[in-house]
C-alpha cells in the first residue's frame, strides 16, 4: 500500500485535488458508470414562478424543502444548469408537421431566421446522484490509478453489473418524479452531450448500442480533448491545436446571513439575467444599431455538489454549535465582568431556535460546494470581462464570488459528472432552505408545449413562446383567447399573428374588423401565398352579406326564411313596423323562396312590385337604405365585382369601420336610423357565424372567429349572446374564438366567456378599476404589485412604449411575461395597423390568390 501511495504521489495523483479525471466505462439513460462508482442523472423540470402566488411559492419551496431531506439526505449529490443555444432549425421540422397551407416553408424558414438571429439559450437542468461504489473496485482503486497514467487498464462493466445499478436508479426516480422538480432519467444521448461539450471539438455524438450503452471506443471519443490550465482560467484546445475556448472556474465564498426569497436568495436562478457589455471596435459597430442590442447575456454555468445530512446528523451538528458557545459564554463570564459577546450569544439562541425548528418540520442541513463556470470562445479579454460582470452581479446582492486562482484543474474537473469533491475547503453547512432558496428551477414558463412560436418570453429564464388558437378542440378544452389592453400596445398585431398561424395550419379565420384597420392581415396572407379576402362596407361590396348565400348550406334557406324577414324588420323605420309591414316582407321573403335562387335584393323588389300599399311603401323605403354603406352589404343587389363570403380554408377580412351600434339599454325606438342598419349588417355576420360554426359538413375544418374591439360588440345583447353561444360550444364544432378588447370591466361581466378563456394576454392598463378586472381575468391577486406590472408591462426602462409585450396566462393557469415577436421588419410594415398604414392595393380586394 505505501508503495502505491508513493508511486501515485510521483505521478501527481494523491490526495483529492490531485487524483486523476474520471474514468467513464458506461453510459445508458439516467446512468454514468465510471472505474470506481455509478451515479444515476436526472433531467429536472422547471417550474413558473416569477409570478407566482406568495403562498404557492412557500408551498413550492417547502416541497423542495421535504425532498431535500427526506429523499436525498446522506446522498452524494451534484446539480449541474447548462445552457446551449437554441436549434432553430428544428422548426422547420416541426413545421412539416403543423402547416399545410400556403407557403408555409417560407413562413418557416422567416421564423427559424428570426430564432437564429435573437439566439436565445436553452436551460439544461440536471441531477446526479452517486448510487454506490463498484464492486470490488474501492480496494483497487490505487491500482487503477497507476494503471491508468501508465495506459494499462482494461475498463469492462457487465449486463448484470448495469442491470443493477438501472434498477438503483429507477427506484430513486420513482421518488424524485414526486418532487417539485419531476425528475425522469436523462437520456443516454444528453449525457453523451452534457461530457463531451466540455472539449468543444464540435464532433458529432456516438450513438448507443442496441441495448441504449455507449461504451468502449465510442465512449473515449467523448473526452479527446486538451485542457491546458492557467493560474485564472483554462483554455480548450480543440483537434488542430487551436485554443477553441477560455473558461474559468469562480468559487462562491460567502453569503449573507439572511436572504431574501424573492431576491438575492435565488442565488442560482438568477443565473440568466446576469448580462455583460462585449469589447467591440467602434468600427465593427452596424449602421444604425441599437445601444440595447451590445447587452448580452453571461450564461455562466453552475456546478453544486452537495450533501444533506440525515436529520439526527445534523441535529448533533447544530448541538454541538450551541453548546460551544454557551460554553464560551460562560467562560468569558467567570474570566471577566464584562458583556460576553453578542455574536457568542445571537449563536447560542439562533442554535437552540434552530434545532426547535429541525425537530419540527422537515429541516435538516447541508453541505454545498457551488461553482460557476464562466467561458468564453471570443478570447481571454472577454472571458475576463464576464468573469468581471458575474463578481459584480453577485456582490450587488452581498455574495461574494471570486476566481478560483491556482486550483483552477482542480474545480474544473469537480465540475464534471462522475468526479468527486476535490475542494472541501471552499464550501458551505447551512439549513437546506438556503440551497432550495436558490430556486434552481424556478424561472418562467408559459405556453403550450407544441406548436407555432409567436413570441418569446421575457421573464429570469429564457425561452420561446408558443401557442395554437385552434388546438383547443383537439385536445377536448375551451377554445377562448382574449388579448386585453389599451389602444397603440400590440394587442391587434398579436391576434393577426395568430390568425396567419391557424391559416397555415389549413384552418378558416374570420376577422370581424370593427376598427377597419386590419386590411394589412390580407396582404401578409397574400405574402405568404394564403388565400385572403377583404370585405367592406359600401355599395362595391353589394350583397357580400346576404344572409340567403351566408345561410344557403345544409338546410341553411329554412334558418333564413327567418332570418331575412327579422333582419329586413330591424332595417324598417319605427313608423312601418308599427303598420305592420313585417307582414309583407315575411310574404316577400317566401314568394322569393318558392321562385327559386333567392336573395335579399329580390325581396325588396317583390315588395316594390307588390299590389299592398305598404309592402310598396316598404320595398322603397328599403331599397334607398340598401344604397347606403351599411345597408349595401346585406340587401344591396351585387355588382358582380366580389363574391359573397364563404367558409374556405384562409383569412377572411370582414371590415366595418362605420358600424353605430346602439347600447344594450337602449330601447328599438331609440336607435336612430345609423344604429337600425349596423344592427341589421351585425344581425347577418352573428347569422352567419353561428351557423358555420354548426354546419356538420364543416366539423372538420378548423375554425376561427376573431372580434377585434370586442366591447364594441357586447355592448349590444346579441352581440353579447353571440359570443358567449360561440365560447361554449367551440370545443364540440372546433371552433375557436379570439378576442380582443380595451375594456377587461366589461368582459369579466360575461360569465359565459370568461369560463372558456384558455389563453389571456394581458397589456398595458392604467386605471385601477381596468387594472383589477385584469388580474381577475389573469388569476393574479389583486393588489399593488400586480397594478404596477400591470402597468408597467407596456413599457421600455426609458418609459416609451414596448410594442407587443404582455403578460399571459396559458390553459395551465401559469402567468409569465411574453413578448410578441413579428419575424422580419417586412412583415410589421404589412401588418401595422396604425394610421400610417400602407394603403391597401386594388389587387387585395379581388378574390384570386396572389403568388409568393
Known amino acids: 500500500m505505501k508503495l502505491r501511495k508513493r508511486i501515485s504521489e510521483l505521478l501527481g495523483m494523491g490526495g483529492d485535488r490531485s487524483a486523476g479525471a474520471p474514468q467513464y466505462e458506461a453510459l445508458s439513460d439516467g446512468l454514468i458508470v465510471t472505474g470506481g462508482h455509478a451515479e444515476a442523472w436526472y433531467v429536472l423540470a422547471s417550474s413558473n414562478t416569477d409570478l407566482m402566488s406568495e403562498g404557492a411559492r412557500d408551498a413550492e419551496l417547502d416541497a423542495a424543502d421535504a425532498a431535500l431531506a427526506r429523499t436525498l439526505a446522506g446522498l452524494d449529490c451534484q446539480l449541474r444548469i447548462l445552457w446551449s443555444p437554441l436549434n432553430a432549425a428544428d422548426y422547420s421540422t416541426e413545421a412539416a408537421e403543423m402547416f399545410t397551407a400556403g407557403a408555409w416553408t417560407e413562413w418557416a424558414d422567416l421564423r427559424v431566421r428570426r430564432l437564429e438571429q435573437i439566439g436565445l439559450p436553452t436551460r439544461h437542468l440536471l441531477l446526479g446522484v452517486r448510487l454506490a461504489e463498484r464492486s470490488g473496485q474501492t480496494e483497487q482503486a490505487g491500482r487503477r490509478g497507476v494503471q491508468d497514467a501508465l495506459g494499462l487498464s482494461s475498463p469492462g462493466i457487465s449486463t448484470r453489473e448495469l442491470a443493477r445499478f438501472d434498477a438503483q436508479m429507477r427506484r430513486l426516480g420513482r421518488r424524485l418524479e414526486a418532487t417539485p422538480w419531476k425528475a425522469r432519467p436523462a437520456s443516454v444521448e444528453l449525457l453523451a452531450w452534457m461530457i463531451s461539450r466540455e472539449q468543444h471539438r464540435g464532433t458529432a455524438l456516438p450513438a448507443p448500442s442496441a441495448g441504449g450503452v455507449i461504451s468502449g471506443a465510442k465512449l473515449a471519443t467523448l473526452t479527446r480533448g486538451r485542457i491546458l490550465p492557467h493560474p485564472d482560467h483554462l483554455r480548450v484546445v480543440d483537434g488542430t491545436g487551436r485554443v477553441a475556448a477560455w473558461a474559468s472556474v469562480l468559487v462562491m465564498t460567502g453569503f449573507p446571513e439572511e436572504m431574501d426569497v424573492p431576491g438575492a436568495g435565488e442565488w442560482l436562478r438568477i443565473l440568466s439575467e446576469i448580462q455583460y457589455v462585449p469589447d467591440i471596435e467602434e468600427e465593427d459597430l452596424p449602421a444604425g444599431f441599437d445601444p440595447a442590442d451590445l447587452i448580452v447575456p453571461v450564461s455562466p454555468e453552475a456546478s453544486v455538489r452537495f450533501r444533506v445530512l440525515p436529520k439526527r446528523d445534523a441535529l448533533k451538528v447544530v448541538e454541538q454549535a450551541r453548546r460551544l458557545a454557551k460554553e464560551q459564554r460562560r467562560s468569558a463570564a467567570r474570566q471577566s465582568a464584562e458583556d460576553p459577546g453578542r455574536d457568542i450569544e445571537e449563536t447560542e439562541a439562533v442554535m437552540a431556535e434552530l434545532t426547535r425548528e429541525m425537530r419540527r418540520e422537515d429541516l435538516t442541513l447541508v453541505e454545498d460546494h457551488p461553482r460557476l463556470i464562466v467561458t468564453s470562445t471570443t478570447g481571454l479579454d472577454d472571458l475576463r470581462s464576464r468573469v468581471d460582470a458575474v463578481i459584480t452581479h453577485y456582490g450587488g446582492l452581498g455574495i461574494e464570488v471570486s476566481v478560483g486562482e491556482e486550483e483552477q484543474r482542480e474545480l474544473w474537473l469537480e465540475t464534471q459528472p462522475g468526479d468527486h469533491l476535490r475542494v472541501p475547503d471552499l464550501g458551505h453547512r447551512r439549513d437546506v432552505t438556503a440551497l432550495s432558496g436558490s430556486w434552481w428551477w424556478g424561472g418562467a414558463m408559459v405556453g403550450d408545449d407544441k406548436g407555432p412560436i409567436v413570441g418569446y418570453l421575457t421573464g429570469s429564464t429564457p425561452g420561446t413562446f408558443r401557442t395554437d388558437v385552434t388546438a ?40 370581424l374588423d370593427f376598427k377597419g384597420d386590419l386590411g394589412g392581415l390580407t396582404l401578409a396572407a397574400h405574402r405568404y401565398g394564403l388565400e385572403a379576402h377583404l370585405v367592406e362596407t359600401g355599395p362595391r361590396y353589394a350583397g357580400v352579406a346576404d344572409l340567403f348565400d351566408l345561410l344557403g348550406a345544409e338546410g341553411g334557406l329554412d334558418a333564413a326564411r327567418g332570418e331575412v324577414p327579422a333582419q329586413l324588420s330591424i332595417a324598417i323605420p319605427d313608423h312601418l313596423r308599427d303598420r305592420g309591414a313585417e307582414t309583407p316582407i315575411t ?56 363574391p359573397p363570403l364563404r367558409p374556405a380554408p384562409g383569412i377572411w377580412v370582414v371590415q366595418m369601420p362605420g358600424l353605430s351600434l346602439p347600447p344594450a339599454d337602449a330601447s328599438r325606438r331609440e336607435w336612430n336610423p345609423s344604429q337600425r342598419l349596423s344592427v341589421a349588417l351585425m344581425h347577418s355576420m352573428l347569422a352567419y357565424g353561428v351557423t358555420t360554426a354548426g354546419r356538420r359538413d364543416l366539423r372538420g375544418l378548423r375554425k376561427v372567429v376573431a372580434v377585434p374591439e370586442v366591447h364594441l360588440m357586447t355592448a349590444t345583447r346579441e352581440g353579447a349572446t353571440f359570443l358567449q353561444y360561440i365560447a361554449r360550444v367551440g370545443r364540440a364544432l372546433a371552433t375557436s374564438l379570439v378576442l380582443d378588447t380595451q375594456d377587461p370591466e366589461s368582459l369579466v361581466k360575461l360569465v359565459g366567456i370568461v369560463e372558456q378563456l384558455t389563453t389571456v394576454y394581458g397589456f398595458q392598463l392604467t386605471s385601477r378599476e381596468q387594472q383589477d378586472a385584469m388580474a381577475e381575468l389573469l388569476g393574479l391577486p389583486k393588489n399593488t404589485h400586480t397594478r404596477a406590472l400591470i402597468q408597467s408591462v407596456g413599457l421600455l426602462p426609458d418609459g416609451e412604449i414596448r410594442h407587443g409585450h404582455c403578460i399571459v396566462r396559458d390553459r395551465r393557469f401559469a402567468c409569465a411575461t411574453v413578448q410578441f415577436d413579428v419575424p422580419s421588419a417586412e412583415l410589421l410594415d404589412l401588418l401595422d395597423t396604425s394610421p400610417k398604414a400602407t394603403q391597401l392595393p386594388d389587387h387585395i380586394e379581388t378574390t384570386e390568390k396572389a403568388g409568393v
Not at 377536448?476 to 389602444?487: F, K, M, P, Q, Y
Open 472 to 511: 383547443g378542440s383537439d385536445r377536448g378544452d375551451a377554445t377562448t383567447t382574449a388579448l386585453i389592453g389599451r389602444s397603440g400596445r400590440g394587442k391587434t398585431t398579436g391576434m393577426e399573428l395568430l390568425l396567419l398561424d391557424a391559416a397555415f395550419r389549413g384552418a378558416y379565420a374570420l376577422a
Open 587 to 642: 310574404h316577400a321573403t317566401n314568394a322569393v323562396i318558392a321562385a327559386g335562387d333567392p336573395a335579399t335584393w329580390k325581396v325588396i323588389e317583390h315588395l316594390r312590385q307588390m299590389d299592398d300599399g305598404l309592402a310598396r311603401e316598404t320595398g322603397e323605403a328599403l331599397h334607398d337604405l340598401a344604397q347606403t354603406g351599411l345597408g349595401a352589404p346585406f340587401m344591396g343587389r351585387p355588382t358582380g365585382e366580389t
